[in-house]
C-alpha cells in the first residue's frame, strides 16, 4: 500500500504489561511522527524522528514511553508498566523532509489498558 | 509554551451556509498554517495550508491568515453535511507541527 501502516489495528493489556506499536510509514519519506488523541480530545505530540538527527523527544509524558526507528523506516513505540490513562488511539505521520506540515496519518492503534 | 488555540464548538450551520472556523496561535514567528479535517473514529487528513498574509482558495475552502494578528481561520461556502467533522489548526515550528484541539463542525440538512 501506498499509504501509513500501523499496527496492531487495536489493542487491549492489562495495566502493568508492555505494549509495542508498529508504524511503516509512506515510502521515501523522512520524518515520522508519533501522536497520542484520548477521547474527545485533540492530537498530544509525542515524539518526532527527522533523518538521521537525534528525535526530539519533547513530547513523551514519561519515561515509560520510548520510540525508536530502525533504518530510518520502521517505527516502534514502546510503553512500559501501562497504565489506564495511557489508554488512546496513538497516530503515527510521516512527512517529506521539507514539508512537515504535510503529514500522512496512518489509521492509529487503539489501546486500552484494563 | 508555544500554542494554537481553537474554539471546540460545537459549531452548528444549516446545510448552505457558511461555516467559519477560528485559530489563534501564539509564536509570532510562525511562518506556515495548516488546516486538517478529521472524521469521527479517523485520522486526521490535510486539507489547506497557507503561508502568506491573505485569503488561499481552493473550491469551496478558503483558508485566511493575518500574521500581525496571529490568526488563521478557514471559511467553508455552501456547507454540506459531509463537512461535518472536526477541524484541526495547525502551525509549523521547527520542522514540527503544533496541533490545536479542533472545532467539532456539524453541518444540518
Known amino acids: 500500500g501506498a499509504g501509513v501502516s500501523q499496527s496492531p489495528s487495536n489493542k487491549v493489556t492489562e495495566k502493568g504489561k508492555d505494549v509495542e506499536l508498529r508504524c511503516d510509514p509512506i515510502?521515501?519519506?523522512?520524518?515520522l511522527y508519533w501522536y497520542r488523541q484520548s477521547l474527545g480530545q485533540g492530537l498530544e505530540f509525542l515524539i518526532y524522528?527527522?533523518?538521521?538527527?537525534?528525535?526530539?523527544k519533547s513530547g513523551l509524558p514519561s519515561d515509560r514511553f520510548s520510540a525508536e526507528r530502525t533504518g530510518g523506516s520502521v517505527s516502534t513505540l514502546t510503553i512500559q508498566r501501562t497504565q489506564q490513562e495511557d489508554s488512546a488511539v496513538y497516530l503515527c505521520?510521516?512527512?517529506?523532509?521539507?514539508?512537515?506540515?504535510?503529514?500522512?496519518f496512518g489509521p492509529g492503534t487503539r489501546l486500552t489498558v484494563l | 509554551q508555544k500554542e494554537v488555540e481553537q474554539n471546540s464548538g460545537p459549531l452548528s450551520v444549516p446545510e448552505g451556509a457558511i461555516a467559519s472556523l477560528n485559530c489563534t496561535y501564539s509564536?509570532?514567528?510562525?511562518?506556515?498554517f495548516f488546516w486538517y479535517r478529521q472524521y469521527s473514529g479517523k485520522s486526521p487528513e490535510l486539507i489547506m495550508f497557507?503561508?502568506?498574509?491573505g485569503d488561499k482558495e481552493d473550491g469551496r475552502f478558503t483558508a485566511q491568515l493575518n500574521k500581525a494578528s496571529q490568526y488563521v481561520s478557514l471559511l467553508i461556502r455552501d456547507s454540506q453535511p459531509s463537512d461535518s467533522a472536526t477541524y484541526l489548526c495547525?502551525?509549523?515550528?521547527?520542522?514540527?507541527?503544533?496541533f490545536g484541539k479542533g472545532t467539532k463542525l456539524s453541518v444540518k440538512p
Open positions: 505521520a510521516s512527512s517529506l523532509e521539507f514539508s512537515p506540515g504535510t503529514q500522512y
Open positions: 515510502s521515501g519519506h523522512t520524518a
Open positions: 524522528f527527522q533523518g538521521n538527527s537525534a528525535p526530539d
Open positions: 509564536d509570532r514567528g510562525s511562518q506556515s
Open positions: 497557507i503561508y502568506s498574509n
Open positions: 495547525a502551525v509549523g515550528s521547527q520542522g514540527n507541527l503544533i
